[in-house]
């Protein structure tokens, strides 16, 4: 722990005697105080320098302090700091708009939220209302977020039961690394996934299943770019019986994968898509959920009974726009494409074939994992304790990771250059090292 100077003190006694944080015991907390950001740069209290590995919760597409959004949503604050959603303000048109472009052909509407869960709470509704039926299928290793049907449609170790449980029901997606099928091709992955999920939709009956939801990339739960043809036999099968297919690409969304939606790697057309973080980089709290024309149509003449008092905030509109023009002008989504290929895919490469305890890199743009392993043949995965250790040197070391159960996941803005990458390399390659030489 850095020496921090008395601004910073007063930060974390207020932190300790006020603050109650999310996904936590309070008791043995010891957050960082941050001081200042810029790009990919963060400082804290004790004026020490940290490259953001993390993009924070894997939000920061345009880096931190992006000077055309702060002053955008500065301009806006000076101008209509807030207004309802019943009205008509041209800023929220043009978000919107801008959104709906760069979506898949006949996506004209946007329904605003104020985060990524009650996107997907909003879309679960909307598929509800327009096909009649009741249940939804997500998949086991899913993060959709943390209201009531979003956190029972997530499959990981958060998806707290409660009374919104009914008609969930989760089923397997690939995961070719360690597979539920026993395949060991991705062709073979992906033809056991789609098999398994048809016996689900089955089983279920498909006249009672009004949506599969789906993350694009498997973000929070490991980084799992489905193999090739995974998202389209889906899509075949919601269409073959009537299922609204909802793509969430909250984390996946707005350059992350090195194109605008993750899903033009997989040509695939969803009915709905859920979004958030990257669509302004997190500077104001927004999501929302992108209709298509089909479903749009379905509440033309019939209330959508769903809103919040904030939804399509001014600030948070303001924000979307400069940061989609940033984005599109200075080729910030190029940018995630080309370091993912060129630099940071094949340095984390080069980092697996140098370190036995990296059992497998996979990722695309800049959305990487480094899964850890105790033992390469059995797969067993890293210890908590060591992966503990590891993130603490990393921290020390001048990098801020993200680390979920035996993972590392290399996530930096979009935005993030060549130079930044190699550092961050040599720091994962020391850290590394050094932890291998620990359990040997
Ligand atoms: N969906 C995905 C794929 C996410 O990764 C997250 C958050 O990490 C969410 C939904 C929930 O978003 P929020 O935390 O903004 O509610």
């Known amino acids: ?48 320098r940290y490259l953001d590995f993390s993009s924070q919760l894997v939000n920061l597409n345009v880096g931190h302090q992006h000077p055309r959004v702060v002053a955008a949503i500065q301009a806006q604050a000076g101008e209509l700091a807030t207004i309802a959603p019943a009205h008509a303000v041209r800023v929220r048109g043009e978000a919107a708009r801008r959104i709906s472009e760069r979506a898949p052909e006949g996506f004209h509407k946007v329904f605003f939220t104020n985060g990524g869960a009650d996107a997907n709470e909003n879309a679960i509704r909307m598929a509800r209302l327009h096909t009649g039926r009741d249940k939804v299928l997500s998949a086991y290793r899913s993060y959709h977020g943390n209201t009531g049907a979003a956190v029972v449609a997530t499959g990981d170790w958060r998806r707290v039961p409660n ?25 073979q992955e992906t033809e056991r996934a789609l098999h398994h999920l048809q016996r689900v939709i089955e089983a279920e009956g498909p006249g009672s299943i009004a949506a599969v939801l789906l993350e694009t990339v498997v973000g929070t739960g490991g980084v799992l770019v489905p193999p090739p043809g995974y998202l389209a036999g889906v899509r075949a099968l919601t269409e073959r019986y009537g299922i609204t297919l909802v793509l969430d690409e909250v984390m996946a969304g707005f350059g992350r994968t090195g194109s605008w939606f993750a899903l033009e790697h997989h040509d695939v057309r969803p009915d709905l898509i859920t979004f958030a973080k990257g669509v302004n980089s997190g500077y104001v709290p927004v999501g929302g ?33 400069a940061t989609l023009d940033a984005m599109a002008e200075e080729g910030i989504v190029e940018n995630a494409a080309r370091i993912g290929a060129q630099v940071l895919g094949p340095g984390l490469a080069a980092l697996a074939e140098k370190h036995l305890v990296v059992g497998e890199v996979r990722g695309v743009g800049v959305f990487w994992a480094l899964e850890l392993v105790a033992d390469r043949t059995t797969r067993e995965p890293l210890a908590a304790p060591a992966v503990g250790a590891l993130t ?3 921290t020390r070391r001048g990098l801020l990771p993200f680390v979920a159960e035996n993972r590392v996941h290399v996530v930096p803005p979009c935005v993030v250059t060549d130079a930044e990458v190699h550092e961050a390399l040599e720091v994962y390659d020391a850290a590394l090292t050094q932890i291998e030489k620990e359990l040997h």
Not at 35 to 41: A, K, M, N, P
Not at 307 to 317: I, R, V
Request: aromatic letters at 12%; hydrophobic letters at 40%.
């Open 289 to 321: 959920v992108l209709l298509s024309d089909e479903i749009a149509a379905t509440f033309e003449d019939r209330v959508f009974p769903g809103g919040l008092t904030y939804s399509g905030h001014p600030l948070a509109m303001a924000s979307i726009v």
């Open 392 to 394: 603490t040197d990393l």
């Open 1 to 48: 722990m850095n020496d921090i100077d008395d601004a910073g003190e007063t930060a974390r006694r207020l932190d300790r005697t006020h603050v109650f944080h999310s996904w936590s015991a309070q008791g043995d907390l010891a957050p960082m105080v941050v001081d200042h950001g810029r790009g990919t740069e963060v400082w804290d209290a004790g004026g020490r």
């Open 163 to 187: 009374e919104y449980a009914r008609g969930h029901v989760h089923f397997f997606g690939p995961y070719l690394y360690r597979s539920d099928f026993w395949a060991t091709t991705p062709e």
